[in-house]
């Protein structure tokens, strides 16, 4: 049974910072896509972060793009995303997932594909 679970978040003063990690289980992630993406209250699911198998490609959405930072460790089957100089409007649940596919790194996770995998999700909470 695959498992992810997310660790790290919190609550976090603006301009703070936090790292969350998702260690996935279960099966062999062997050429996966792992990324972040995140749920705001009364929003909509968001793509946040994406690595490649190897590391050598990342991508960031626009709001995020100079303050965070995705890595992964493939020893340990984890991902992490460090997070800087955070605001308000970065305040939700960061969820962790992996795929197969190799449009997951653009962030193209659709609802109905049963071969992404997701964590059960970690709160970010940013006061101004």
């Known amino acids: 049974q695959v498992q992810l679970v997310e660790s790290g978040g919190g609550l976090v003063q603006a301009g703070g910072s936090l790292r969350l990690s998702c260690a996935a289980s279960?099966?062999?992630?062997?050429?996966?896509?792992m990324g972040w993406f995140r749920q705001g209250p009364e929003k909509e699911r968001e793509f946040v972060a994406a690595?490649?198998?190897?590391?050598?490609?990342?991508n960031y959405a626009d709001s995020v793009k100079g303050r965070f930072t995705i890595s992964r460790d493939n020893a340990k089957n984890t991902v992490y995303l460090s997070m800087n100089s955070l605001q308000a409007e970065d305040t939700g649940v960061y969820y962790c997932?992996?795929?197969?596919?190799?449009?997951?790194?653009?962030?193209?996770?659709?609802?109905?594909?049963?071969?992404?995998?997701w964590g059960q999700g970690t709160q970010v909470t940013v006061s101004s």
């Open positions: 279960g099966r062999t992630f062997v050429g996966y896509v």
């Open positions: 997932a992996v795929s197969p596919r190799a449009g997951f790194l653009w962030g193209y996770a659709p609802r109905q594909d049963t071969n992404i995998y």
């Open positions: 690595i490649s198998w190897s590391g050598g490609s990342t």
